[in-house]
């Protein structure tokens, strides 16, 4: 079910939302939080799809924020919000509005959404694209207790990171942090059956890579060594070498949804190591709210580990 409105106000937004949950019977209780997405017109699709299934495990309201620029100075002047209502199975598991803002709205874009947040539930603030450089101190993420950005998008990502490790606020986060779970929860199991200590370790990645650096930082704070970046083809993380005395742990992902496991003195294993869709960290992200402390530490280390730590070209894969 969608409703189109025009040259409308948030009263009107939440008078369509009432119809339409009575229209299809389905009540407000059961959604978990409120999505404030932030994107333009380019990116909204694709965040909208993702958001729509990460609902199927979080039932949310979702609000997309679109903010437009008119053609003319006239039009820039006036101030005016542009809806589309969906319900049922056109927004996932949960209620959609897609809000165009137009001229004086873009700047007040906080008020404009406001009136339109679940009672009671908490806020979370999502940009797929261009991020604010202090999201924290953004008037929409200021709403929120959790906000995502995603480094993968920044034009420059090493200023980018240094830039979120200036600003951070705790509910802070970033997607190219996410995208490392599977990686860190595998190195974690390995030592886990290896024993031993560490000496040294190198992660390859392609240049400018992100959640490599996230991740080197990571193998630092937690392991106390230097860990060095390799340059290699890619894509993303291709491999994370760890050195010890017994021999090399190594975790090998050249291409593929399948990563090979070596450990010293035991035949090499297959696990299974994806790159994951958007849908998948987003709803990874949902399921906390507080505060990720580890993140906080890691990206403090990104403002003197690219000074520290050498960078070294690798052989490039084919």
């Known amino acids: 079910m969608k409703t189109d409105l025009t ?6 937004i939440n008078k369509a939302l009432v119809r339409g949950r009575q229209a299809i ?17 380019e990116n909204a ?4 799809k993702a958001a729509d299934d990460a609902s199927r495990e979080h039932p949310s309201r979702t609000l997309v924020v679109v903010k437009r ?23 996932g598991t949960g209620e959609t509005v897609v809000l165009r803002l137009y001229g004086e709205a873009v ?3 906080d008020s404009v959404v406001l009136p339109l ?10 940009w797929p694209a261009e991020a604010p450089e202090n999201p924290a101190a953004d008037p929409l993420g200021a709403l929120a207790q959790r906000r995502i950005t995603d480094l993968y998008t920044a ?7 240094r830039t979120r490790a200036g600003a951070y606020a705790p509910g802070d986060t970033d997607l190219a942090w996410t995208r490392l779970t599977p990686w860190r929860s595998t190195l974690a199991a390995a030592l886990d059956q290896a024993p031993v200590e560490v000496t040294s370790a190198a992660v390859e990645a392609e240049a400018d890579n992100p959640s490599a650096e996230l991740l080197a930082c990571w193998l ?19 491999a994370v070498r760890l050195a010890t005395s017994t021999g090399e742990i190594t975790v090998d992902r050249p291409e593929g949804p399948l990563a090979t496991l070596i450990l010293p003195g035991q035949p090499p294993r297959t696990l299974a190591l994806k790159v994951r869709p958007t849908s998948e960290l987003l709803a990874e992200e949902l399921r906390r709210l507080d505060a990720d402390k580890m993140y906080a530490d890691v990206l403090r280390r990104t403002s003197t580990a690219a000074a520290a730590s050498p960078v070294k070209e690798g052989f490039h894969r084919v």
């Open 25 to 41: 019977g389905t009540p407000a209780v059961g959604m978990v939080l409120t999505l404030v997405i932030v994107t333009d017109e």
């Open 117 to 126: 947040l679940l009672p009671d539930a908490p806020v979370v603030a999502w």
């Open 7 to 12: 040259d409308t106000s948030a009263a009107e």
């Open 220 to 238: 630092e704070a937690r392991l106390g060594i230097r860990v060095d970046r390799v340059v290699t083809a890619g894509p993303v993380v291709t």
């Open 69 to 91: 620029h008119a053609r003319t100075p006239q039009r820039r002047a006036a101030s005016r919000i542009d809806a589309e209502v969906r319900m049922g199975a056109d927004a």
């Open 155 to 161: 034009e420059r990502p090493a200023d980018a990171l």
């Open 107 to 109: 700047e007040h874009a």
């Open 45 to 48: 699709y694709d965040a909208l």
